[in-house]
């Protein structure tokens, strides 16, 4: 097989074209390639408007491979590489078997791993399955009925599955590619394979999460709903069983504890136990909303029917703090994130055609654990907590806090919606944010937003809106472990987003994968060590 790299076409081409591409670049006629795969697909916006889609192709070709390659003389030709991820194989099965704390991308690879390892893992996992979620989650967005065990931060699929769906990660890891083949296989489209920046969108992950859990129970695993774990059980420094919050106790000596970035009454539980934690730097801000077709053309030059809806990723780096732009929805909406009962999180979602009106953004800031008010391990918890209590103040409801960007910037409250419609439910307080979040982040978004939109034009829009806080971006808290991945209470495997480990799906799932291979790993080391 060989690989093609950097085929350039414009944005109305057809798969034709790409194989005659292909073909022109080899030297022979289109007739000879008899495969063709696309391995990867990106947008080159740089000579705006001359958008171009760029390329790397695998393709099977009759006759000697090598002599072609020779023959075409062409440096963007070569042997494709032929190595892939396959996941480790047990022999035997564990005296008792392994449970998954929390059903997020960590979790969710990490028992799909041991799962086709043969070791049946049982995850628990406090939030319901993804369709009684799913009617939780849109009951919340019209009424303002939070359910505290069941909402955007808690479920089947963790909060991934109420976002964007973004697949692309700047970690390179081997077992991306893997990752990838399981999405697909569960329902998602199978351009996230070779897009460079593959999403799936938060109507398709319902389905996908469900068809990944479906499969972990076909090769023995075990799911429980609504089963939060509210203890440990140790003895002479390893785990014995979990306690649940209906008192029963689930005999283990190992369990990966992936509970995601929201779980703050098992953090509290965790630090209550003597399970060593730290403060870990996070970001907080707001979410930023402008018209995507102002960002398409921002980023293309012109409107495009033929290009995806353009996205963005900006970042200033101030005197003390870094703004940047993170988790960018293009085409998607605002949304209520939030899990505990008066306070108000937002986060970002779109679908997998992102057909709407508006582009959203998190906007910002970085800190450090310097800079929060309340010390211990739990400090940044404690910080997020009270942002999201005092915008719920300011509010009165689960209606976020809300400003366009030009009266943010002016420093005057913001009395409705301009041109820019927001996309929250259910619903905003328009209101001066200097109100409700701290001048460490609005000094620090209000200095850089002029920045940022002289490198993206219209991003400052005064029209645009900004929404009330973004504090769920990433852990505040790592909960420490050691090479083997285990934490000082052995058999206790903290891993994923929570655990302060990843940032983002990919990332998580990635580290739900590893967790399981160490697992795997240290059962044969202790099998052949008793032998």
């Not at 005999?251 to 779980?263: F, K, N, Q, T, Y």
């Not at 800190?367 to 509010?395: C, I, K």
């Amino acid at each position: 097989m060989i690989r093609l790299h950097d085929i350039s076409l414009p944005p109305e081409h057809n798969a034709s074209q790409l194989l005659f591409e292909a073909a022109r670049m080899l030297r022979v006629p289109n007739s000879k390639i008899r495969k063709m795969k696309i391995v990867r697909r990106s947008v080159d916006a740089r000579k705006k408007p001359d958008v171009r889609i760029i390329y790397t192709v695998d393709v099977t070709v009759e006759g000697s491979e090598k002599k072609i390659l020779k023959q075409s003389g062409c440096k963007k030709a070569s042997a494709a590489p032929i190595s892939r991820y396959q996941p480790p194989k047990a022999d035997h099965m564990p005296e008792k078997r392994p449970v998954v704390v929390g059903f997020g991308p960590a979790g969710m690879f990490a028992a799909l791993v041991l799962a086709l390892a043969g070791w049946k893992p049982l995850v628990l996992e406090r939030g319901e399955d993804a369709r009684a979620r799913h009617e939780k989650v849109e009951a919340f967005f019209e009424t303002g009925h939070l359910d505290t065990r069941s909402n955007v931060q808690f479920g089947e699929g963790g909060a991934g599955t109420f976002s964007d769906g973004k697949l692309n990660t700047g970690v390179n890891n081997p077992r991306i590619g893997w990752i990838l083949e399981q999405f697909v296989a569960a329902g998602a489209r199978e351009d996230i394979l070779y897009d460079a920046k593959p999403h799936v969108g938060t109507d398709v992950l319902l389905t996908v999460v469900q068809n990944l859990r479906k499969r972990i129970i076909s090769l023995g695993g075990e799911v429980r709903f609504c089963t939060q774990v509210t203890g440990l059980c140790a003895e002479d420094g390893h785990l014995t069983g979990l306690k649940t919050e209906t008192g029963e106790i689930i005999p283990c000596d190992r369990a990966v504890l992936a509970i995601g970035h929201s779980a703050r009454d098992t953090f509290e539980m965790l630090e209550g136990s003597g399970i060593p934690m730290e403060p870990k730097p996070f970001a907080m801000g707001v979410r930023i909303e402008q018209e995507q077709k102002d960002i398409n053309i921002a980023q293309y030059g012109r409107e495009n029917s033929a290009l995806p809806p353009a996205d963005y990723k900006l970042v200033e780096h101030l005197e003390d703090e870094t703004v940047y732009t993170f988790c960018m929805c293009p085409g998607g909406y605002v949304v209520a994130a939030a899990s505990e009962e008066g306070r108000i999180a937002t986060n970002g979602m779109s679908y997998a055609d992102r057909d709407g009106e508006n582009a959203n953004a998190a906007l910002l800031v970085t800190l450090n654990p310097r800079d929060f008010p309340y010390e211990g391990a739990l400090g940044g918890m404690r910080w997020q907590r009270e942002l999201e209590r005092r915008a719920y103040e300011v509010s009165g409801s689960y209606r976020a806090p809300a400003q366009k960007v030009g009266d943010f910037l002016a420093g005057v409250p913001s009395t409705g919606a301009g041109r820019v419609q927001p996309t929250y439910r259910p619903g905003v307080a328009w209101c001066d944010l200097h109100s409700v979040l701290p001048e460490k982040i609005t000094a620090a978004i209000a200095q850089a937003l002029p920045r940022l939109d002289g490198r993206l034009k219209g991003f400052a829009d005064p029209e645009g809106v900004l929404t009330a806080p973004e504090t769920r971006s990433s852990s505040p808290v790592r909960i420490l472990r050691d090479k083997d991945r285990q934490s000082t209470l052995r058999g206790l495997y903290p891993t994923g987003e929570g655990a302060g480990y990843a940032g983002g799906i990919m990332s998580a799932a990635i580290d739900g994968i590893m967790t399981a291979e160490a697992i795997l790993l240290e059962e044969s080391h202790g099998r052949e060590t008793d032998q």
